[in-house]
């Protein structure tokens, strides 16, 4: 049976882009809590980091309006350059086109603003006019309403897009524990980003393997004394 999307997703056939994770797009956002948004950016792109993946970074009118990139996601790819734009859709730039069939690709990890402008705009040209696969990070990516993410995520499922998470993505990547090379990394970015899964991370690694707490520094635990009770 040949299905391209039956293929789970790898380090060694997968790219990512980031597209418009801008300050002035992010506060149109309303389908998702705003800081939840940002930190599933911030891991999905560290995520990439830790796993080599080739990633394409592109904004729009950001001196004009929308401002720079998170600098949390720069942070995670010092040096590397920002493809701006005029046009609401990534495709109608060639720099992006270009940057995309560089990296030799064909499934393309995609984390947006907005989901029903920039994100299915750019899905929807990316598989007519691409022949790419396009694995869409639902909750790296935000919407103006959650009406307006959601229509335009089954806009996009109809289309024939995958619709993914993005610890779904770092997971899939990582796919067997065995790989060591990139197991502290994946452990890092689960306890930095993972919410209660990261919080469970922590409490086996110190309360059952013993080991020592990952805070920087030394915090002394004094013992308890009791108070006289009246």
């Given at each position: 049976?040949s299905?391209?999307?039956?293929?789970?997703?790898?380090?060694?056939?997968?790219?990512?882009?980031?597209?418009d994770?801008?300050?002035?797009?992010?506060?149109?956002?309303?389908?998702?809590?705003?800081q939840?948004?940002?930190?599933?950016?911030?891991?999905?792109?560290?995520?990439?980091?830790?796993?080599?993946?080739?990633?394409?970074?592109?904004?729009?009118?950001?001196?004009?309006?929308?401002?720079?990139?998170?600098p949390?996601?720069?942070?995670v790819?010092?040096?590397?350059?920002?493809?701006?734009?005029?046009?609401?859709?990534?495709?109608?730039?060639?720099?992006?086109?270009?940057?995309?069939?560089?990296?030799?690709?064909?499934?393309?990890?995609?984390?947006?603003?907005?989901?029903?402008?920039?994100?299915?705009?750019?899905?929807?040209?990316?598989?007519?006019?691409?022949?790419?696969?396009?694995?869409?990070?639902?909750?790296?990516?935000?919407?103006?309403?959650?009406?307006?993410?959601?229509?335009?995520?089954?806009?996009m499922?109809?289309?024939?897009?995958?619709?993914?998470?993005?610890?779904?993505?770092?997971?899939?990547?990582?796919?067997d524990?065995?790989?060591?090379?990139?197991?502290?990394?994946?452990?890092?970015?689960?306890?930095?980003?993972?919410?209660?899964y990261?919080?469970?991370?922590d409490?086996?690694y110190?309360?059952?393997?013993?080991?020592?707490?990952?805070?920087?520094?030394?915090?002394?635990?004094?013992?308890?004394?009791?108070?006289?009770?009246?």
């Amino acid at each position: 049976m040949s299905n391209a999307k039956l293929e789970v997703l790898t380090p060694h056939n997968s790219q990512l882009i980031i597209i418009d994770h801008q300050p002035q797009m992010a506060f149109g956002v309303q389908s998702i809590d705003r800081q939840t948004l940002k930190n599933n950016v911030v891991g999905l792109a560290k995520a990439a980091k830790a796993f080599d993946i080739p990633t394409v970074i592109t904004t729009v009118e950001s001196e004009s309006f929308s401002g720079k990139t998170y600098p949390e996601i720069l942070d995670v790819f010092p040096g590397k350059a920002i493809l701006e734009r005029t046009s609401m859709n990534s495709w109608d730039d060639q720099k992006v086109r270009d940057a995309l069939a560089a990296n030799g690709r064909k499934k393309i990890i995609v984390a947006g603003l907005w989901t029903e402008v920039c994100n299915t705009t750019f899905a929807l040209s990316a598989m007519l006019e691409g022949d790419y696969e396009i694995y869409m990070v639902a909750d790296a990516s935000g919407g103006t309403s959650k009406d307006a993410h959601d229509f335009a995520m089954q806009r996009m499922v109809q289309a024939g897009v995958v619709p993914v998470t993005w610890q779904q993505v770092l997971l899939e990547w990582q796919r067997d524990w065995a790989h060591r090379d990139t197991y502290d990394a994946v452990m890092k970015i689960v306890t930095e980003h993972s919410g209660a899964y990261g919080m469970g991370v922590d409490y086996a690694y110190t309360m059952v393997h013993k080991a020592p707490a990952r805070n920087q520094g030394d915090n002394p635990v004094l013992a308890p004394v009791a108070a006289p009770v009246r």
